[in-house]
């Protein structure tokens, strides 16, 4: 079946314009998580979803970020303001239904979105 | 807070050298140690979940063990096409991965 998608690959922009990223999940995975990978390390956890609700916020590193998932599939990552700090791939991933203190279940990931800010 | 190290930054190895990979972590209450290979410009891509210390998975020329403390990710007789960055992520209490900084694998022919 179709992965994880990503939209759009690229993104360059100019330093305090807003933009918008997309993220299509697996078909029924009711978990979705947002990442941020700079050149040459891990993905950084953002923010993680349980359906609509933003179940854990704690990554956002400060509140010109900002991430929706209004009918429990598609999410928009919303950056305002943005700074050549922001600069890095933003991944998106997904997994079905996973709760705290049960076994742990497998991320699957998107390609990503190359972020540029001049 | 969840901390995850791995070692070494990058490996060159020739077609045939097999080796290991080192991932040390700190978690409270791990539920699980995830192994993913990354190639360049795309998404990590999934490798095996490890659950409890003693635990071992392979995948073709890919093992993968657990300890209390660390995780190997064993190369045998590598390929060129084994090139990749292998990433190594622990879940705890959270439902996010907390990853390392990755190894840069290449296997020349």
């Known amino acids: 079946g179709a992965g994880v998608s990503q939209t759009p690959s690229n993104k360059v922009t100019e330093k305090g314009k807003y933009v918008e990223l997309r993220c299509d999940p697996i078909?029924?995975?009711?978990?979705l998580y947002w990442y941020r990978q700079s050149l040459g390390q891990g993905p950084e956890f953002l923010i993680y979803?349980?359906?609509?609700?933003?179940?854990?916020d704690s990554g956002l590193p400060n509140d010109r970020f900002f991430a929706v998932r209004p009918e429990g599939s598609v999410s928009t990552l919303k950056i305002q303001r943005t700074e050549r700090g922001d600069s890095a791939v933003y991944l998106c991933?997904?997994?079905?239904?996973?709760?705290?203190?049960?076994?742990?279940?497998?991320?699957?990931f998107g390609p990503g979105t190359r972020l540029t800010v001049l | 807070e969840d901390q995850v190290t791995q070692s070494p930054e990058a490996l060159r190895l020739q077609e045939g050298e097999s080796s290991s990979l080192n991932c040390s972590y700190t978690?409270?209450?791990?539920?699980?140690l995830f192994w993913y290979r990354q190639d360049p410009g795309k998404g990590p891509e999934f490798l095996f979940t490890?659950?409890?210390a003693g635990e071992e998975k392979e995948k073709e020329r890919l093992k993968a063990t657990l300890t209390k403390k660390e995780s190997f990710l064993h190369i045998t007789a590598p390929k060129p096409e084994d090139s990749a960055t292998y990433l190594c992520?622990?879940?705890?209490?959270?439902?996010?991965?907390?990853f390392g900084g990755g190894t840069r694998l290449m296997v020349k022919p």
């Open positions: 992520a622990v879940q705890g209490a959270g439902n996010m991965l907390t």
């Open positions: 991933a997904s997994s079905p239904v996973s709760s705290r203190g049960s076994p742990p279940i497998t991320q699957y």
């Open positions: 979803f349980q359906g609509t609700g933003a179940a854990d």
């Open positions: 078909s029924g995975h009711t978990a």
């Open positions: 490890l659950y409890s």
């Open positions: 978690v409270s209450g791990l539920r699980g």
